[in-house]
């Protein structure tokens, strides 16, 4: 293809995001490139469990480790108490090597470049539109830019040719969008008091409204109703190519608060969709369907073609019933998640090929206790499946029931 002479060409990384160490864990073994995570500050997921200054360190040595990188946010937007204590921050990050920081303040990005070699990583929320934009961030020394939702394959190419090579693109293929401009929405603040700009949205978006209607005033109210705010979620799993060739290099999927089940079943899915794009091959439809077996929207390409298309309807999923923490003598340890019980057909998802989609029958179980039981009832307890062997950190699940 033509792209394959441009200078920017690089590897392709796919970032995952991890709202804890569990979901670190489960985004690197199921096959991301880097993680994308926050501390207790500063970052725009105040919802996830986060990492502490422990966490943090042990974050980036379970990354390098694997030979992985991992990205922390700093990228709320800041009022001026919320700058004390930074430079001991950024101190203390640049000591546990973290790889890059994202951001989106200007006078923050301009800090840290002073303060430290750690990369920068423009956050979509500073909404990069153009190439003069792109440009201004490219002088302050950023390495990368993580691209605006609004913009085109083709406003992405053009982008792309008037930058620096040595600036990468990044940009989302995977997952929720916000009705606001790049994330930068006040509904959640009006609300409800909490600012989705300081990483406490709580996705009152996505949320179900009735609408009301009187002489004076039209009155939304949540309730049983439908998602008049919420589209569909972002999937572009079947047009890897063509972000490549229009210059993105950095492929990133959205969920820092999403379960492990949904990280690891969109983790896999995408790295065998960069596999395939690299042998030059389609990918495979047992990945685009494995898509639809996590909670969504319905899926659309956003605008990379243009406006979005019309919403499709949510896609039928599957329930996340556990996880495979380990492998005893008598068989997998499973932590509960969904109430499943002997004699179930459940599915395995699983980073190793040979056990996904594999269908077990579960068998008699022990519980905690030793004691053997029939029925996983208890939310996040500990059950073995006596005779059957997974690797850890493969999941099961079931087609969803709404009974």
């Known amino acids: 293809m033509s792209a394959a002479i441009r200078s920017w060409m690089k590897n392709i990384e796919l970032v995952a995001p991890a709202g804890d160490m569990r979901k670190l864990d489960v985004a690197l073994e199921?096959?991301?490139?880097?993680?994308?995570?926050?501390?207790?500050?500063?970052?725009?997921?105040?919802?996830?469990?986060?990492?502490?200054?422990?966490?943090?360190?042990?974050?980036?040595?379970?990354?390098?480790?694997?030979?992985?990188?991992?990205?922390?946010?700093?990228n709320?937007?800041?009022?001026?108490?919320?700058?004390?204590?930074v430079d001991e921050y950024l101190d203390y990050l640049h000591s546990i090597h973290?790889?890059?920081?994202?951001?989106?303040?200007?006078?923050?990005?301009?800090?840290?470049?002073?303060r430290t070699n750690i990369p920068v990583h423009v956050s979509t929320q500073a909404n990069v539109l153009n190439s003069d934009t792109a440009r201004f961030y490219a002088d302050l020394g950023v390495k990368r830019i993580v691209l605006a939702r609004e913009l085109s394959l083709e406003r992405i190419a053009r982008i792309r040719d008037n930058i620096d090579p040595s600036v990468e693109l990044e940009a989302f293929v995977h997952g929720a969008m916000c009705i606001s401009y790049s994330g930068r929405?006040?509904?959640?603040?009006?609300?409800?008091?909490?600012?989705?700009?300081?990483?406490?949205?709580n996705q009152a978006c996505r949320m179900k409204f009735t609408p009301e209607c009187s002489q004076e005033s039209l009155e939304f109210i949540e309730d049983d109703g439908t998602y008049i705010f919420g589209?569909?979620?972002?999937?572009?799993?079947?047009?890897?190519?063509?972000?490549?060739?229009?210059?993105?290099?950095?492929?990133?999927?959205?969920?820092?608060?999403?379960?492990?089940?949904?990280?690891?079943?969109?983790?896999?899915?995408?790295?065998?969709?960069?596999?395939?794009?690299?042998?030059?091959?389609?990918?495979?439809?047992?990945?685009?369907?494995?898509?639809?077996?996590?909670?969504?929207?319905g899926f659309n390409t956003g605008f990379y073609y243009g406006m979005p298309k019309p919403d499709d309807a949510?896609?039928?999923?599957?329930?996340?019933?556990?996880?495979?923490?380990?492998?005893?003598?008598?068989?997998?340890?499973v932590e509960m998640r969904n109430r499943f019980k002997t004699g179930d057909a459940l599915e395995v998802l699983s980073p190793d090929a040979q056990f996904l989609n594999k269908k077990i029958t579960v068998p008699v179980m022990t519980d905690e206790r030793g004691e053997e039981v029939t029925d996983a009832k208890v939310p996040c307890a500990l059950y073995t499946l006596n005779g059957i062997t997974l690797p850890p950190l493969s999941m099961l699940r079931r087609k969803h029931t709404s009974v």
Do not use: W
């Not at 973290?98 to 002073?114: H, M, N, P």
């Not at 959640?188 to 949205?201: D, F, I, V, W």
């Not at 996340?320 to 003598?329: A, E, L």
């Open 30 to 74: 199921y096959g991301a490139d880097a993680v994308y995570l926050a501390g207790k500050t500063f970052g725009m997921r105040a919802a996830s469990k986060n990492f502490d200054y422990d966490e943090l360190k042990t974050a980036s040595l379970t990354a390098h480790s694997r030979g992985k990188r991992f990205f922390v946010t700093l």
């Open 76 to 85: 709320i937007f800041p009022y001026d108490d919320d700058i004390d204590g």
């Open 98 to 114: 973290a790889d890059a920081l994202i951001v989106s303040d200007v006078g923050l990005i301009k800090r840290i470049t002073e």
């Open 185 to 201: 929405c006040l509904l959640s603040a009006y609300l409800s008091g909490r600012s989705a700009n300081r990483g406490e949205c």
């Open 231 to 297: 589209g569909n979620d972002l999937n572009m799993i079947e047009h890897i190519g063509e972000l490549y060739s229009a210059g993105v290099t950095a492929f990133k999927i959205e969920g820092r608060v999403k379960s492990e089940y949904y990280v690891g079943c969109v983790v896999n899915a995408y790295k065998n969709a960069v596999k395939a794009f690299k042998r030059g091959l389609k990918v495979a439809h047992e990945f685009i369907d494995e898509l639809k077996k996590v909670p969504n929207r």
């Open 314 to 333: 949510p896609q039928e999923y599957c329930d996340f019933c556990g996880i495979v923490m380990s492998n005893g003598k008598d068989g997998a340890v």
